[in-house]
Every structure is written in structure tokens, then in C-alpha cells.
């Protein structure tokens, strides 16, 4: 239960984290907090939580909040408290142990790493108050090709800077938007790994991979200007209209739409009339009226693959669902270990086949 403080501890309280030496700091957040001790036993005010959300380039941003719970009359002074905390310094409480503890780990990794955006803030209301500190570091993560590694920055020179959680702490991790879990250390709700309570991480414990198709960007070489230029705006003309009559022509024919034509060899020069009976309903239009909502998604996918000759790229699988990336990584991978599908690494897309296609020739 989060505890009560007085208005007057709340000051002694912001006083004494402010005046906290940085490896005393350091240390608290593998040691739980101790009660201070002056005439009057100041309260364990933290009732704290890390969240950790993971960028999509692999920087982290932190949000360290520590509540308090307020007596009726206490509103007024714990604000002047927030004041005085969102003025504060680089000394303010929990800062420097996450600078301490991100020169460990850009020694352990070898990665450059910042503490950077550092904010301030508190919230206030009849019955509560929030310490809220931000910060984003940098390089936290390790993104390789659609996979985001969350594991050795926890590390450091005598095992992790991370080891304990107190009993009124909770760590909280959020994935990169569009990106789901491929691996943790415990269970998943809506993508969020939370932990809660006193509890000790060994070294290597927190590692979560995330995975999700990152867009491909291409640099353009030449700009329009540049690729025209010199020739004459007719010529310009013709070619668009070209693109635009053979576009029409392919729309019709993949859409199906030229089977409403009449055909030449349906009739005769006599004018004979006929006899009003329809042609017969091929399978494939039979299975054209299949309603893709009643489809698993399993299944939406071999069908989309069979509409694609046996084989499409991941992304234009997700174009044509609507699903996210995150999903239809998931859900190819398993498929692929279940046979049902083959997954290739092209550059840095995959390419989707049913398995023993040929995919020698495959130009998309």
C-alpha cells in the first residue's frame, strides 16, 4: 500500500534525494531503499515504477515515476515539492545511478551511448503525488535487419546494474510500435513485459527480441528534372499516355473485368440469335466468391499465394491484409515451421513461397 506522508516530510524527503551523493544513487536501484533516520522517522516515500519504452531505432526512453499518497491537506506542499523537483539539477534522485549505470554498460557493449532529454515533472492531485523523471538513452537496443535485441545494455563490468526490484517497484517494458515478441523471459500481455514486487535478475535475464519488417527506404539517384530534361514535352505526353492505356489494359485483365467483353467468337456475321443459355461457372470463379472473412489466417495467406503464382514478398502480404507488420511476421514464421510455407531473405525483405516453388526466376 502506497504510504501517507506529511507535508514537512515531503521537504525533507526531496532534500535528502537531491543530496544524494551519485554512487550512493547508484547503488539504490539494486539495493532496496532504507528508512531514513532523523527525530522524526521520515516515511519510505517511493512507491516507484520504470517504464521503459523501445524506440524502433533502438534508443530507449525511461519514465521513473515515484507516487505518494497525500493527507487531505498535503496538496499544497507536495506542489511546492514538485516545484522544487522540476527545478532541480543533474543531482535530482535517480539520475545519476542511470548515468552511472549507462557508462557501465557502453564499456560492457562498446556501443556510444547518451542520456539524453532529460524532463522533470510532477502531478498532484487530493489524495496523490507523482515525481515523474524522463530521459531517452541512446543506443539502448541492438537492431539487426528486422529484429530489435533488448539484452546486453542491462549489463556491466561485474554483471548487471539492474539486479533487484524492491516490493513496491515495478519495471515495465514496452515494444517499438509495430513490433511483436519473438522471445522473453516471461509472459507477454499486449506486448508489455511487467514485473512486479521484490524480485532478482541475474545477469542475461532481461533479454526480450522484438521483431517487425522495417520499411525499405531508397535514395533517388537523380531527380525528375534531371531524367527529362532535354526532352521535348510531346514526346512526355505520348509516353505518359502509353503507361496509362497499357495500366488500363493490365487492370482488366488481372481484375477479371474482360470476361464481360463480347467475344468474337461467340456469334456470327448472320445475326443469328442465341439461344439465351449461360456458359457454365469454372471453379476458379466458384472460388472467387469465397468470402475471405471466413478464411483462417493461414489460410488468407495460401490464397493470396496461389492468386501470386506460389510466391509474393512479406510486405506486399501485409499490403494486401491490411495486418500489421508485427503480425504478419508472427504468423509467417509459423507457417514456416510448420511447412506450410518457405521464408527467404532477400536483401532486406523476405520473400514468401509455397514450399519446393521455384523461385529462380522471381523479379517482383
Known amino acids: 500500500m502506497t504510504p501517507r506522508v506529511s507535508g514537512a516530510l515531503l521537504l525533507l524527503v526531496l532534500f535528502a534525494l537531491l543530496a544524494t551523493p551519485p554512487h550512493a544513487a547508484a547503488a539504490a536501484i539494486d539495493t532496496p531503499p532504507a528508512q531514513q533516520t532523523t527525530g522524526t522517522p521520515a516515511p519510505v516515500a517511493e512507491n516507484t515504477t520504470f517504464a521503459l519504452q523501445i524506440q524502433s531505432n533502438g534508443d530507449a526512453k525511461w519514465t521513473i515515476t515515484d507516487t505518494y499518497a497525500l493527507e487531505e491537506n498535503d496538496t499544497e506542499s507536495f506542489r511546492n515539492t514538485g516545484k522544487q523537483f522540476a527545478e532541480g539539477d543533474d543531482k535530482a534522485a535517480w539520475l545519476p545511478a542511470f548515468r552511472e549505470a549507462k557508462d557501465e554498460a557502453s564499456t560492457v557493449t562498446g556501443r556510444g551511448m547518451e542520456i539524453t532529454d532529460v524532463d522533470r515533472r510532477y502531478e498532484v492531485s487530493d489524495r496523490k503525488g507523482q515525481l515523474i523523471l524522463e530521459f531517452t538513452w541512446t543506443n539502448f537496443a541492438v537492431v539487426t535487419g528486422e529484429n530489435i535485441v533488448v539484452r546486453d545494455a542491462f549489463n556491466s563490468t561485474d554483471g548487471t546494474w539492474f539486479g533487484t526490484l524492491t516490493a513496491d517497484q515495478r519495471l515495465v517494458i514496452s515494444p517499438p510500435p509495430e513490433y511483436g515478441v519473438e522471445s522473453a523471459p516471461s509472459a507477454v500481455d499486449d506486448g508489455k513485459l511487467v514485473f512486479e514486487g521484490r524480485q532478482t535478475f541475474e545477469p542475461g535475464y532481461l533479454s526480450v527480441v522484438y521483431?517487425?519488417?522495417?520499411?525499405?527506404?531508397?535514395?533517388?539517384?537523380?531527380?525528375?528534372?534531371?531524367?527529362?530534361?532535354?526532352?521535348?514535352?510531346?514526346?512526355?505526353?505520348?509516353?505518359?499516355?502509353?503507361?496509362?492505356?497499357?495500366?488500363?489494359?493490365?487492370?482488366?485483365?488481372?481484375?477479371?473485368?474482360?470476361?464481360?467483353?463480347?467475344?468474337?467468337?461467340?456469334?456470327?456475321?448472320?445475326?443469328?440469335?442465341?439461344?439465351?443459355?449461360?456458359?457454365?461457372?469454372?471453379?476458379?470463379?466458384?472460388?472467387?466468391?469465397?468470402?475471405?472473412?471466413?478464411?483462417?489466417?493461414?489460410?488468407?495467406?495460401?490464397?493470396?499465394?496461389?492468386?501470386?503464382?506460389?510466391?509474393?514478398?512479406?510486405?506486399?502480404?501485409?499490403?494486401?491484409?491490411?495486418?500489421?507488420?508485427?503480425?504478419?511476421?508472427?504468423?509467417?514464421?509459423?507457417?514456416?515451421?510448420?511447412?506450410?510455407?518457405?521464408?527467404?531473405?532477400?536483401?532486406?525483405?523476405?520473400?514468401?513461397?509455397?514450399?519446393?516453388?521455384?523461385?529462380?526466376?522471381?523479379?517482383?
Not at 517487425?212 to 512526355?236: C, K, N, R, V, Y
Not at 499465394?305 to 506460389?310: D, F, H
Open 211 to 364: 521483431t517487425g519488417e522495417q520499411p525499405t527506404t531508397q535514395t533517388p539517384t537523380e531527380s525528375p528534372e534531371s531524367m527529362f530534361s532535354g526532352i521535348d514535352s510531346t514526346w512526355i505526353g505520348g509516353v505518359v499516355l502509353i503507361v496509362l492505356l497499357v495500366g488500363a489494359v493490365g487492370y482488366m485483365f488481372k481484375t477479371g473485368y474482360t470476361d464481360a467483353l463480347p467475344s468474337v467468337a461467340a456469334g456470327t456475321d448472320d445475326g443469328d440469335d442465341s439461344d439465351g443459355t449461360a456458359a457454365p461457372v469454372s471453379d476458379t470463379a466458384a472460388a472467387d466468391d469465397v468470402d475471405v472473412e471466413l478464411l483462417s489466417d493461414e489460410e488468407r495467406v495460401e490464397r493470396l499465394l496461389e492468386e501470386n503464382g506460389g510466391r509474393m514478398k512479406q510486405a506486399r502480404i501485409v499490403s494486401e491484409t491490411g495486418w500489421s507488420n508485427a503480425k504478419v511476421s508472427q504468423l509467417l514464421s509459423a507457417m514456416d515451421e510448420e511447412d506450410r510455407i518457405d521464408k527467404l531473405r532477400i536483401g532486406r525483405e523476405n520473400l514468401i513461397s509455397f514450399p519446393d516453388e521455384d523461385i529462380t526466376d522471381f523479379d517482383e
